[in-house]
T-cell receptor, first 111, second 114 residues
């Protein structure tokens, strides 16, 4: 089964800097989603980008999708300490709604 | 109001025991899921139910048995627990199973098998 791969596995930046995380996937998708998981908590949906979209914005988040390269990136601008979390991409494809998650990027934003 | 709630949050038990985790969603969604997150944070789908009907059953040992008494509830029973079952189990729900929307997750149930 397909499985997204995030890159890098871990990222440490200073408050105010931008953070970019990348995701690669293996097969055709209907959409690709990004989720955040704070330590010890459940996953929270951030943004969904459909296969016919190339870029999407939501507040300080910008997601791009390149279906020819089977990759997506999540940019968080002007990061805050509260953005410290693991970020997962999840690909949606197939007849039944099965989200397949990548291994995640652990983002640490230092105050 | 908690949208997706699961209990218990923590579960510590001995190998060989049987345990259950319960999940409820008050979002009016049709579809519910169980995911397992291992120690490396890898999240893998186990089961999905749509309106009480099983629609996804990944390669999961038959010691794991999901039950959905109604579309707002999805429970997970695990028989003869093994060390490798230690993980965080997440319940989630979505509007339907049509590939169009987001998942709403519970806070997780951390299972430790000794």
């Amino acid at each position: 089964s397909q499985q997204g791969e995030e890159d890098p596995q871990a990222l440490s930046i200073q408050e105010g800097e931008n953070a970019t995380m990348n995701c690669s996937y293996k097969t055709s998708i209907n959409n690709l989603q990004w989720y955040r998981q704070n330590s010890g908590r459940g996953l929270v949906h951030l943004i969904l980008i459909r296969s016919n979209e190339r870029e999407k914005h939501s507040g300080r988040l910008r997601v791009t999708l390149d279906t020819s390269k089977k990759s997506s990136s999540l940019l968080i601008t002007a990061s805050r300490a509260a953005d410290t979390a693991s970020y997962f991409c999840a690909e949606s494809g197939g007849s039944n709604y099965k989200l397949t998650f990548g291994k995640g990027t652990l983002l640490t934003v230092n105050p | 109001d908690t949208a997706v709630s699961q209990t218990p949050k923590y579960l510590v038990t001995q190998m060989g025991n049987d345990k259950s985790i319960k999940c409820e969603q008050n979002l009016g969604h049709d579809t519910m899921y169980w995911y397992k997150q291992d120690s490396k944070k890898f999240l893998k789908i186990m089961f999905s139910y749509n309106n009480k009907e099983l629609i996804i059953n990944e390669t999961v040992p038959n010691r794991f048995s999901p039950k959905s008494p109604d579309k707002a509830h999805l429970n997970l029973h695990i028989n003869s627990l093994e060390l490798g079952d230690s993980a965080v189990y997440f319940c989630a729900s979505s509007q339907d199973h049509s590939n169009t929307g987001e998942l709403f997750f519970g806070e997780g149930s951390r299972l430790t098998v000794l």
